[in-house]
Each structure stands twice: as structure tokens, then as C-alpha cells.
């Protein structure tokens, strides 16, 4: 598969993360025009390889690759503040894989330079002490994004959690009054979910070396979450794709998938879409990440397990372009947030601007 994405690519500008890329014009506008199943027809003609004459493989969207010139970017503009940006993680209970993201959360924030913090509360922690620390900290000026690690103990509303984090810095756009900015298109003022966000400059990357215009473009989504589903169709809406949401009671799902130029799988369930579902040259951005028994045993004597995506990736050989799980959406959900904590400290020193 040829993979991509890596320090060569073109940069991107926070306008296309956000969804408010404008439209290209000239050549790039020119070949943009070609549809998603005259540029497959292209791809089968020209071989790239003399071994991969009768084997014609996707674009693997490298979102490792991708992640790490984000966060160099990121690194690179945050020294240029006079304050830091700071960013407070919030971990309740002992969750093994929520400690996994926010251990890899706190990584990313060292590596941008950030002031970073971490609390990690017991399980048995309250609503109103996780109010409180949230209070806490959106009164300390240090701080300019919070992040309270979902899920949260059966015994706390999120909601009402993420509800009182303050929305300027509410660095996973969880906040309703993100939520409404971004649904009503004010992406210059809102904080956007940092999955969806991620997933979007990838597809802008497929967008870029499969030479489509994502303008105009079929988009279906599998999954309807607050988190990433429902932010990733709006996102993909305000660039002009045409939009279906899909769910557990979408009819004939595999029928719906195969409409789709652009194909997000974002649902939790192993390799449920199937290579039948893909439409020859779509681009699929694969948000699932499922734990499943591997082959033989570990180590320590246990059972080996491995990571598969919401996609059979063994059976999209006709795809475009793909994101491999893990490697994929996965590294860009961690550098968005790097990205979401340094347009909260810009914005709060009055830089509203910025090109990463
Ligand atoms: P949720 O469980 O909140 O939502 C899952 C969605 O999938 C729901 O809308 C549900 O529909 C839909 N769904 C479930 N079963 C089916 C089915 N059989 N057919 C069609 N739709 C179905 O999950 P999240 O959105 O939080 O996460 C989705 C996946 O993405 C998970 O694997 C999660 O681990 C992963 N993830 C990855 C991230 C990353 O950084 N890579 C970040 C966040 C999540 P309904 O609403 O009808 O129940």
C-alpha cells in the first residue's frame, strides 16, 4: 500500500481543520472536478509497480506521520506566545485504557511544550469535587484548556460535568455552547471536537493525492455520537459534502455505505464494515478502535490481543484511501487537542489568527 502524509505534505491551515477551507481555484479547482470513480478508473490503468500491475491498493493515510508535523507546528507556535499554553487533564477512576490516552495526552503536551497537569481522582470521586476542580481550573489563568476524561463513573453526569467546564477552554468541544457554535458554523470562535478534526485533515490529505475536490463529495457516516459522528457530519456539511448519518437503525447499511466518496466509520463494533461496503476509490477514515483476541499467548502467559478498526481494512483494497487502526485517527485525536489547548491560549492572549 503506499502511505502518505509524512514532513513533505503540504501545510494545512487551522481554516481546514475547522472546516472552513476556502475553495480551491486553478488547477488544483480544475482536477478537483474529476469524480471519485473516473480518478479510480485512472488509478487501475497506471500500476505503479511492476509487482502491483493486477494489485491496486489504497492510500494509506498515515495519521502518525501527520500527527507529528501537527504537534511540531503546534511546539513551534506555542514558543512564540508569551505565556505557554497550559493544559489540565482530569482522569477519574482507573479505567486501563482511559489511563492509556491520557498518559499519551500528557506525553503530547510535554513534547509541544505546554504546562501541563494531571489529576487523576478515585473512582469514587463526586460530582460536586469534580465540580469543584473544574471551577478550580477555570479560574487559574495558568490554564487554558481542560480536558476531563470520558467515561466518567456511572455515578457522575457527564453532562452536566462537561457543561461547567468553561467553553474557551474547553478543549474537546464538548461544551453545548461549542457544540451550538460549530452547528450554527461559527468555526472561528468555537472549540471543535478533536476527533472529527483530525479525521478531516486526513481527508483533505486523501482529498490531496487521490487529486478529488471534496466539495459536492458523498459523504456517509456510521455512528451519531456527540463526540465524534454527529461534530464529523457537520464538519463534513460545512464542506459542502452531502451528508447521511447512519446508525444501529439505519436500513440496509451496506447499500447506504456504498453511496459513499467518503466513508466514516465511527461505531465501535470489530471490522463491521465489510469490503463489499466500500464503493471502489472512496476514501475511509476508519474512528473505531476495537480490542480483539489475537493469536497465542504473551509474555506473561496471557492471551494476546490486537487493535482492529470498525473496518475489514483486508478487504478495502479498493478504496482510495484508508486510515489503518491503529495509526490512523487515533495519533491526530491527541495532536488536535494539542492544537485545541494552543488556539485557547492564543485566543486568550488576543491572537485570533492562526496557520499552523
Ligand atoms: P458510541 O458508542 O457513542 O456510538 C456508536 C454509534 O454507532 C452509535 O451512534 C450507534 O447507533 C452506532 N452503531 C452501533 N451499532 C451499530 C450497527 N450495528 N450499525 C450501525 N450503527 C451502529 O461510540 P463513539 O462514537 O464514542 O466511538 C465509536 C468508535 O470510535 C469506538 O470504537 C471508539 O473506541 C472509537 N473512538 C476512537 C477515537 C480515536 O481517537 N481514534 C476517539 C473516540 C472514539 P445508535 O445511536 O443508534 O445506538
Not at 16 to 27: C, F, H, K, Y
Not at 143 to 171: F, T
Not at 220 to 246: E, Y
Request: charged letters at 20%.
Amino acid at each position: 500500500m503506499e502511505v502518505g502524509g509524512g514532513a513533505g505534505a503540504p501545510l494545512e491551515t487551522l481554516e481546514a481543520q475547522r472546516g472552513t477551507a476556502p475553495p480551491r481555484t486553478g488547477d488544483g479547482a480544475r482536477r478537483g472536478d474529476k469524480a471519485v470513480a473516473e480518478v479510480y478508473e485512472a488509478r487501475i490503468q497506471q500500476p505503479r509497480l511492476k509487482t502491483d500491475a493486477f494489485a491496486l491498493s489504497p492510500f494509506v493515510l498515515d495519521g502518525k506521520a501527520v500527527s507529528q508535523v501537527t504537534l511540531a507546528r503546534v511546539a513551534d507556535r506555542a514558543r512564540s506566545l508569551a505565556v505557554a499554553p497550559g493544559l489540565a487533564v482530569v482522569l477519574v477512576g482507573a479505567d486501563p485504557a482511559s489511563q492509556v490516552y491520557v498518559g499519551a495526552k500528557g506525553k503530547a503536551a510535554k513534547q509541544c511544550g505546554f504546562h501541563s497537569l494531571q489529576y487523576d481522582l478515585p473512582e469514587t470521586t463526586g460530582e460536586a469535587e469534580l465540580l469543584s476542580l473544574v471551577g478550580k481550573l477555570n479560574a487559574d489563568r495558568a490554564i487554558h484548556g481542560i480536558l476531563v476524561q470520558l467515561p466518567l463513573p456511572k455515578a457522575v453526569p457527564s453532562g452536566r460535568v462537561l457543561e461547567a467546564i468553561a467553553p474557551h477552554k474547553d478543549v474537546d468541544g464538548f461544551n453545548p455552547i461549542n457544540v451550538g457554535l460549530a452547528a450554527t458554523g461559527e468555526f472561528g470562535r468555537a472549540l471543535i471536537p478533536c476527533t472529527p478534526a483530525g479525521a478531516m485533515i486526513l481527508i483533505d490529505k486523501a482529498c490531496e493525492a487521490l487529486e478529488l475536490e471534496l466539495d459536492g463529495l458523498e459523504a456517509v457516516v456510521v455512528g451519531r455520537s456527540n463526540i465524534v459522528g454527529k461534530p464529523m457530519a457537520q464538519l463534513l456539511l460545512s464542506r459542502n459534502c452531502t451528508v447521511t448519518i447512519a446508525h444501529s437503525r439505519t436500513r440496509d447499511l451496506p447499500a447506504v455505505a456504498r453511496r459513499a466518496d467518503v466513508l466514516v466509520a465511527a461505531v465501535g463494533r470489530p471490522e463491521m464494515v465489510r469490503g463489499d461496503w466500500i464503493k471502489p476509490g472512496a476514501i475511509v477514515i476508519d474512528v473505531g478502535v476495537n480490542r480483539v483476541a489475537g493469536q497465542g499467548l504473551d509474555a506473561s502467559g496471557k492471551p494476546k490481543t490486537r487493535l482492529v478498526g470498525d473496518v475489514a481494512y483486508a478487504e478495502a483494497a479498493h478504496a482510495g484511501a484508508i486510515t489503518p487502526v491503529p495509526g490512523g485517527v487515533g495519533p491526530m485525536t491527541i495532536a488536535m487537542l494539542m492544537a485545541n489547548t494552543l488556539i485557547a491560549a492564543q485566543r486568550a492572549q488576543g491572537i485570533e489568527h492562526l496557520e499552523l
